[in-house]
């Protein structure tokens, strides 16, 4: 999943919420989905209280986070010089 790919299945809209990020069709910021996992609950209990929430787009804004994440940490990697003491 690249971030490109996620257009279709999160958005911002300055008329909708803001322009919070949230889930397409849906007025679910994507920052709901983060505080429960972060609050340790599982998916399924986010999608039980997000019902109009498909679990195609949760799992979809894991995996982008996942890679954006994969990319940072590799980028750095690539960047870091390796000193000799």
Known sequence: MTIDELIGIVHSDPEIMGGT??????????QNLVDALEGGESIEDFLEGFPT?????????????Q???LET?????SHIRTHKW
């Open 21 to 30: 990020p949230v889930f397409v069709d849906t007025r679910v910021p994507l």
């Open 53 to 65: 929430v498909t679990r195609a787009q949760a799992i979809a804004v894991i995996e982008a986070g």
């Open 67 to 69: 890679l954006k994440m």
């Open 73 to 77: 940490v590799g980028y750095a990697h």
